[in-house]
């Protein structure tokens, strides 16, 4: 079973927000009276249940199209690696309730859905986990000059999080070693 969820983090302004600035950085004074809106970016993860082994890409929306594009992704990956996914637990957002597209990926998978009771984040702990490992770790472990390159830098954070990092959960090994038992 894996444990899918999207986590939103607000973009990066050219040249660096308020982490790299500070709270005290004001806008222009000819510009004081604009909302800049630069909008979001949406992480969209997968973590194993057994192996802890996690999938991550940032996408620009949480969308249908997008949701099951991803999932579609996310179960050719774990596939590569030796898991076989038979069940994918989600909250009950819309895409994943009623997605035409989630659903076909499902189907194609033979992948069973299961949702958390509402209101309660926890059952789907695993992906809530990861996503506050995510901001820790790579999100906000350091002050990004660009939302770039803070989006090129998860695939390392990725690798380091599947093949290095210790977890609490697998004896203080990382999720790859649990591949080969």
Not at 58 to 84: N, P, Y
Not at 92 to 102: C, F, K, P, S
Not at 152 to 180: K, Q, V
Request: proline share 3%; aromatic share 10%; net charge positive.
């Amino acid at each position: 079973m894996i444990h899918v969820d999207v986590k939103k983090l607000g973009r990066i302004p050219a040249g660096g927000g308020w982490r790299l600035h500070g709270r005290e950085a004001k806008p222009s004074v000819a510009n004081r009276h604009k909302k800049t809106k630069i909008g979001y970016d949406h992480v969209h993860s997968a973590v194993d249940d057994r192996t802890r082994l996690a999938y991550s890409e940032v996408l620009d929306d949480e969308k249908d199209t997008t949701c099951a594009a991803f999932l579609h992704r996310a179960l050719a990956w774990f596939a590569s690696q030796g898991v076989r996914v038979r069940r994918v637990l989600t909250d009950n957002a819309m895409v994943y309730r009623h997605g035409t597209d989630w659903g076909w990926v499902c189907a194609a998978w033979q992948v069973k859905r299961r949702f958390t009771k509402s209101g309660c984040p926890w059952t789907n702990g695993k992906a809530e986990r990861f996503n506050r490992t995510l901001l820790n770790e790579w999100a906000y472990a350091r002050a990004w000059t660009t939302n770039t390159a803070r989006r090129r830098a998860l695939d390392n954070f990725i690798r380091h999080y599947n093949t290095r990092r210790g977890h609490s959960a697998l004896g203080g090994h990382p999720p790859a070693s649990r591949l080969a038992a």
